[in-house]
C-alpha cells in the first residue's frame, strides 16, 4: 500500500494559475495522480487559505475555488483542535518554523501522512516521520 501524501495549499493555487505553465502542468498532474491513488491528504487549513488566496488573487475564480474546495472535502480534511495546536507549537519550536508551516506539518501528521507536498519546506527534510517532498522538483512516479 501506497503511504498517504499531505498536500500544501500552493500545490492547489498552482494547478489553477497559468502564470507559470511549467508549474501549473506539475501541479495539475500531482492533482490528477493523487485522486487516481486516492492517497491524498489534506485540512481545514490548506482549503481555507486556498480560498482566501483564490478570491483576492482572481475574484472571478470565486465559484471555480468553490467547486475545487466541495470535491476536496472527499478526502476528510483534518480540522485544527486542541491536539494539533499542541502539535504544531512543538513543531514550532523545535524547526523555528513560522505557526502557518507548523500547522501544515502537524495536520500532515495527524492525518498519518508520510509525505508533504510543499515548496515553502526545505525539500527531502525529514519532520518527525513525514518528508518533504518538492512537488515541482519530483513528479507523482518518483514517490513511492
Sequence with gaps: MHAPIFVDTN??????DDADPGKQQAAR?????????RRGRISYQVLQEFYVKITQKWPKKRSQAREEIRDLLAWGPTPVDDDMLERSWKLQDRYRFSFGDALIVA???ISCARYLLTEDLQADQELDGVRVINPFLLSPEAIP
Excluded at 500545490?11 to 489553477?16: C, K, P, S, T, V
Excluded at 498532474?29 to 491513488?37: E, T, V
Design 11 to 16: 500545490l492547489l493555487i498552482y494547478a489553477l
Design 107 to 109: 495536520a500532515a501528521q
Design 29 to 37: 498532474a500531482w492533482r490528477a495522480a493523487l485522486w487516481q491513488s
